[in-house]
């Protein structure tokens, strides 16, 4: 498996046009792909009149992305519902199919979210040139006034790279936060727990016993800070009791727990935040270019 370091791994390449590289992003974009197909030929077969539980869920999912889609661009652009739900979909299972650990997250990659944000520009550059005409749209650069115009084109050619860039930046600087506090505590897991152990059993002991006496005059003045003081020594004296005797040794104690919590936002809050406001900033762009009709 050759590595690139600009950015995802690459399979192989296909000797055509220049050498088509296969990477790990677009191996992700497939398995995503399929997913989205699978799941709507599964929630779209055997609809009835007297919906069950599973059509019942998906009529609501598709009524809330409407409502969504006619409150942001107007009843007339109702239509554009299954084009926000799939770049919406995309986003989201992109960037969810990294917890995988196998998987790379499409929206970690700049190359996936440029592609996205370039094919709304186009698409608002076609309606405005449809309902304007070539020259309408061209004479939008000259609005406000004519001096305007080179602040006009660098804002149309900077609309797709912030978009971009936006959606990028958070997906992939979550996961390099997670990795490095997730190393930082593999390193402070090591020192300190090794620490204790090495100094013997006794230490640990002491530790693990100091922590339970604080838990128990916790429970009896209620102060809280006896009770994190207590947790902290019981769990170092615990863990180094562990790693004096051999049951632990060289496993990074530290890193269970917190960057599992930290996962929960950065991957999973934050994934669906940008997913939403990707597909929001494509609402209000697009129906920019398709006013409601007079």
Not at 30 to 41: G, K, N, Q, R, S
Not at 179 to 205: D, E, F, M, R
Not at 225 to 246: C, D, N, T
Request: glycine share 10%; hydrophobic share 55%; with cysteine.
């Amino acid at each position: 498996m050759e590595l690139d370091i600009t950015g995802a791994f690459i399979y192989f390449t296909i000797p055509v046009l220049g050498g088509i590289r296969v990477t790990q992003t677009m191996l992700s974009t497939l398995v995503v792909t399929l997913i989205i197909c699978i799941a709507c030929v599964i929630c779209g077969k055997d609809l009835k009149k007297r919906p069950g539980g599973r059509q019942v869920m998906v009529e609501k999912g598709v009524m809330m992305l409407r409502k969504m889609v006619t409150d942001t661009m107007g009843e007339h652009n109702a239509h554009w519902t299954p084009f926000i739900g799939t770049i919406f979909l995309s986003s989201i299972l992109g960037t969810y199919i990294g917890l995988t650990g196998f998987l790379r997250s499409t929206t970690a990659d700049i190359s996936c979210v440029m592609v996205w944000a370039v094919m709304v520009t186009l698409i608002i550059w076609y309606n405005k040139i449809k309902h304007e005409g070539i020259l309408g749209w061209l004479k939008g650069f000259t609005e406000p006034i004519v001096v305007m115009t080179p602040m006009n084109i660098v804002s149309e050619i900077a609309q797709p790279i912030s978009m971009a860039f936006r959606h990028f930046g958070n997906v992939a600087g979550g996961g390099v936060i997670t990795t490095l506090i997730y190393t930082a505590l593999t390193i402070a897991s090591t020192a300190v727990i090794n620490l204790i152990a090495a100094s013997g059993w006794v230490i640990a002991a002491v530790l693990l016993a100091v922590g339970v006496v604080l838990i128990v005059l916790w429970k009896k003045s209620g102060k809280k800070v006896a009770l994190v003081f207590g947790i902290i020594s019981a769990v170092l004296g615990l863990f180094g009791l562990l790693e004096a005797i051999g049951i632990l040794a060289g496993v990074p104690i530290l890193t269970y727990g917190l960057p599992a919590v930290l996962s929960c936002y950065f991957d999973l809050f934050s994934g669906f935040v940008q997913a939403y406001v990707f597909c929001l900033l494509t609402m209000v762009y697009i129906s920019g270019a398709l006013p409601e009709p007079q």
